[in-house]
């Protein structure tokens, strides 16, 4: 199974941006649907957004469609989340998840989690 490790956390300015990455190593990453995840503190883990293995569907959550942006590069085994006009609501930690089962939105599907990544955005 593949082994997740996300980067591009921070601190950013309310209105600012940031583009979180995901690599995959230990399996082929392609075989994968990928997600995003977060989870702010005192609150549930929700989700963000996913991409199908090819990358060619992708679904986002209400909160972030139009701001975020997920796409993945298989040949690099790297998927990414690109966060333009960040909101304080979106700070949290960012996860990536990976199924080789169902695409979508659900927590439950996903088997595969890195370790997180500490987004902060002051207003």
């Known amino acids: 199974q593949v082994h997740l490790v996300e980067s591009g956390g921070g601190l950013v300015q309310a209105g600012g941006s940031l583009r979180l990455s995901c690599a995959a190593s230990g399996s082929t990453f392609s075989n994968y649907h990928m997600a995003w995840f977060r989870q702010a503190p005192g609150k549930d883990r929700e989700f963000v957004a996913a991409?199908?293995?090819?990358?060619?569907?992708?679904i986002y959550a209400d909160s972030v469609k139009g701001r975020f942006t997920v796409s993945r590069d298989n040949a690099k085994s790297t998927v990414y989340l690109q966060m333009n006009n960040l909101k304080p609501e979106d700070m949290g930690v960012y996860y990536c998840?990976?199924?080789?089962?169902?695409?979508?939105?659900?927590?439950?599907?996903?088997?595969?989690w890195g370790q997180g990544t500490q987004v902060t955005v002051s207003s």
């Open positions: 991409i199908n293995w090819n990358g060619d569907t992708t």
């Open positions: 998840a990976a199924t080789l089962a169902i695409y979508g939105r659900r927590e439950s599907d996903y088997t595969i």
